[in-house]
């Protein structure tokens, strides 16, 4: 028997200790390292330029920037085009997300609590709407909105995407519903609560963890959303994500500049993802989202 | 006064209740009896106003009120799982049914807090619901339905999921809270001790029909028919078949015992008879006690009590019998009935004659 090296990690002495076998553990760690480092690299890349000029980025392969400027976000947050891109974002974003849960939740109570002519075929229906690629639906929506004024207005975006978020949003809330037994609402209803007080003090609150992560693929999905909201957009009320595909100057590609605004919009998601990550967990365990 | 008359309840082609007619008078408890699917919920469902009966009529306090809703009907409701809103305090959910009703707020606290005291659930009156445990619970659910003084309170099966202790504490509670109510009670179980305990009115359901409705002692002593008398039963029921020669009662291989005084008048012929399993005796206990040769399947001992299962001719029987007895099964042995414990049912199960003890009282 050797006596352990005194150099040897913790972990190690506590392995050699235990008497185990370290060729799996360390394979295993070895791989879950790579596949990490893997999956950071184009963030990473991403930070990385967002701090390097232009000249760097097109004429060198750093690592870490050499010539440290925070000046392509400084060119974000002082130059309308780029800040009002976000602005128009969260904008369309919220008014997208406010109605499609509006909608999408008495909508879902009904698919969740009644039996109705039709209710299978109709919920698959609006599953469907989901799975057809917005480009279908590009050229009739901008032909529409033109002609009755809708076009470049935040409310034309919104309502675009709610073609695709509706139905992921009743699809998602109704599992959540689901899991509330109907003798609730009984109750309820012979308690005296009339059905919109019972909805909203009762029910709402009950199913608070399906409505925030239902906001959250709303979100995600109208934030990351480009064909769309390119399309039915001019320059009035033009999203970050427009912005970033149509940022060529003069002088060729701005790469700093658009690596910037590429952080900037992670950062949102990342925070709603932060907040929501809990009831995730819990939607995907509802067999849902 | 609850009239129920002639209610049906067909939903999607399925029949839940059958013609059903009862009246329920102010201030009484009244026990659902029946198996699991007797149609217990689906007619308190229909007195709560949650399910409009397909046929007949139902009519509080002489007023017809069929499809009215359910938030204007003066009724309180308990279901079997314990049912509170997640998102409110205990305070809050006792108090609820009165807020919504908008009552003055020092109305409601003193409410809230009697009922809660009543419920023994004070000291818990700023928890959630989801933090109590399940007798807890449905003391929560109980004293919100309690709190709304509804003239109707319908309390579906609401011990089936405590465990034995709590349902104990809480039935003994039962009649007492019943007397200070006044309002009529419906309290729904498949428990025939339950029924009697509960010491209230009993209708017995078997198939969504209620088969005899009337003081519970009453039916359980003198079931209308074998339906009424197999649901009124735990253990079962037991039933041979048996014919009336003069006054003998005759079956099996010649036996026979003379005729009790209420089967005395019966015309002769093929009938029913039937006995509760409490009555069987391992020995000879009377003087006029018919001995029945049964084969032992097995026995089962729960302290004080051992329970036999036997095998008579083709019949399946289950007797009761005081003590601790070790049988072997598989053995032919003689067991005893008084005749005075004996009913006699007629061919399409209605009761020809009760059992002699049962009229002494």
């Known amino acids: 028997m050797t006596r352990p090296s005194p150099n040897l990690t913790l972990a190690a002495r506590q392995r050699h200790l235990e008497g185990k076998g370290t060729g799996w553990t360390v394979t295993a760690r070895v791989t879950l390292a790579v596949y990490l480092l893997f999956l950071m690299v184009p963030i990473y890349w991403l930070v990385n330029m967002s701090f390097k000029t232009n000249t760097e980025i097109l004429n060198f392969i750093t690592l870490v920037p050499e010539d440290f400027t925070w000046d392509n976000y400084t060119l974000i947050f002082t130059d309308p085009t780029w800040y009002m891109g976000y602005v128009n974002t969260l904008i369309y974003v919220a008014i997208n997300v406010a109605i499609s849960i509006t909608v999408a939740l008495p909508a879902a109570y009904a698919f969740s609590r009644y039996s109705f002519m039709g209710d299978k075929h109709l919920f698959f229906w609006l599953l469907s709407n989901r799975m057809a690629p917005p480009a279908v639906f590009a050229l009739p929506f901008f032909q529409l909105y033109s002609s009755v004024g809708l076009f470049d207005t935040h409310i034309a975006v919104a309502l675009a995407h709610c073609l695709f978020n509706v139905p992921l949003a009743v699809w998602i809330l109704e599992g959540f519903m689901r899991g509330v037994p109907k003798e609730i609402d009984e109750t309820a209803f012979v308690d005296g609560y009339p059905f919109w007080k019972f909805f909203l003090r009762i029910f709402v609150p009950l199913i608070s963890a399906g409505i925030g992560v239902t906001a959250f693929f ?4 109208s ?3 480009l064909l769309l909201s390119r399309t039915l957009t001019g320059t009035s009320v033009r999203t970050v994500g427009v912005a970033m595909t149509r940022t060529s100057s003069a002088i060729g590609l701005e790469y700093g500049t658009l690596a910037a605004a590429g ?3 992670i950062i949102p998601g990342a925070l709603v993802i932060w907040f929501v990550r809990n009831y995730i967990a819990k939607g995907f365990a509802l067999g849902r989202v | 006064m609850l009239e129920l008359d002639g209610i049906e309840l067909v939903l999607d082609g399925q029949t839940f209740l059958s013609r059903t007619d009862l009246v329920l008078e102010r201030g009484t408890l009244n026990v659902l009896l029946g198996p699991t699917l007797a149609g217990k919920t689906s007619l308190m469902r229909v007195m709560a106003g949650l399910d409009v009966p397909t046929r007949g009529e139902i009519r509080w306090n002489g007023k017809r009120v069929n499809g009215d809703r359910v938030q204007s009907r003066d009724v309180a409701m308990v279901y079997q799982q314990f049912i509170n809103y997640p998102a409110m305090t205990v305070y809050d959910n006792i108090a609820s049914p009165l807020r919504i009703k908008g009552r003055p707020a020092a109305e ?15 000291p818990l009156l700023d928890r959630r619901p989801q933090n109590l445990s399940g007798g807890q619970q449905q003391r929560c659910a109980l004293a919100r339905a309690l709190v709304k003084e509804a003239g109707l309170v319908l309390l579906d099966e609401p011990l089936a999921n405590l465990d034995y202790k709590l349902r104990e504490e809480l039935r003994e509670e039962m009649p007492r809270i019943f007397e200070q109510s006044g309002a009529i009670f419906v309290y729904a179980t498949t428990e025939p001790e339950e029924a009697l305990l509960l010491n209230g009115n009993t209708a017995t359901m078997w198939q969504g029909r209620v088969t005899q409705f009337g003081r519970s002692t009453q039916v359980y002593r003198n079931p209308v028919d074998v339906t009424t008398a197999r649901v009124f039963s735990d253990p079962p029921f037991n039933f041979w078949q048996v014919e009336k020669r003069g006054n003998r009662i005759v079956f099996g291989e010649g036996q026979s015992f003379a005729t009790t005084a209420p089967m005395a008048a019966l015309p002769d012929g093929p009938y029913q008879a039937g006995f509760r399993a409490a009555h069987l005796e391992l020995h000879q206990h009377r003087a006029g006690a018919v001995a029945f040769t049964c ?13 036999l299962h036997l095998e ?3 019949d399946r029987w289950v007797g009761v019998v005081h003590g601790v007895h070790d049988l072997a099964p598989e053995s032919l042995m003689s067991v005893w009935l008084d005749p005075a414990h004996c009913y006699l049912f007629g061919p399409e199960g209605g009761l020809c ?3 002699a003890y049962a009229m002494r009282n």
Request: hydrophobic content about 50%.
């Open chain 1, 263 to 265: 952080v900037l919009t």
């Open chain 2, 353 to 355: 004659a009760t059992a």
């Open chain 2, 312 to 314: 008579h001719g083709a």
């Open chain 2, 108 to 122: 409601i606290d003193r409410k809230t807090r009697a009922v809660a005291e009543l419920m023994k659930l004070t």
């Open chain 1, 223 to 225: 934030s990351v959303e």
């Open chain 2, 295 to 307: 084969r032992l399947i097995v026995t089962e001992i729960t302290g004080s009590e051992t329970f």
């Open chain 1, 218 to 221: 709303c979100f995600m999905f």
